[in-house]
């Protein structure tokens, strides 16, 4: 069964900085990319970075040049190094495996990150 468990979120002033880890498991965690969204109250879903089988990466506008992300096909992990929090990161933060033709799409549970002082 395929599980995603999103971990390390939080409560963080201004400038400080989080990173979310999500543990991934039942399929094979290397073949497939993984992606990071992001949802605030009233908002629309956003997706805010991608790694991709061979380490590619792509990340939202908003979040670019602070927020990195990251896996270890060993552990099976994917993470989010978030730095330089703004008050508009808050935002409760799911981990994505898309679907394919014969695969559906998976979701974590969600992990809250809010930033304030």
């Known amino acids: 069964q395929v599980q995603l468990v999103e971990s390390g979120g939080g409560l963080v002033q201004p400038g400080g900085s989080l990173r979310l880890s999500c543990a991934a498991s039942?399929?094979?965690?290397s073949n497939w990319v993984m992606k990071w969204y992001r949802q605030a109250p009233g908002k629309e879903r956003e997706l805010v970075a991608s790694i991709g089988s061979g380490g590619t990466t792509n990340y939202a506008d908003s979040v670019k040049g602070r927020f990195t992300i990251s896996r270890d096909n060993v552990e099976n992990t994917v993470y989010l190094q978030m730095n330089s929090l703004k008050p508009e990161d808050t935002a409760v933060y799911y981990c994505?495996?898309?679907?394919?033709?014969?695969?559906?799409?998976?979701w974590g549970q969600g992990t809250q990150v809010t930033v304030s002082s």
């Open positions: 039942g399929f094979t965690f």
């Open positions: 994505n495996r898309p679907g394919r033709l014969y695969q559906p799409a998976f």
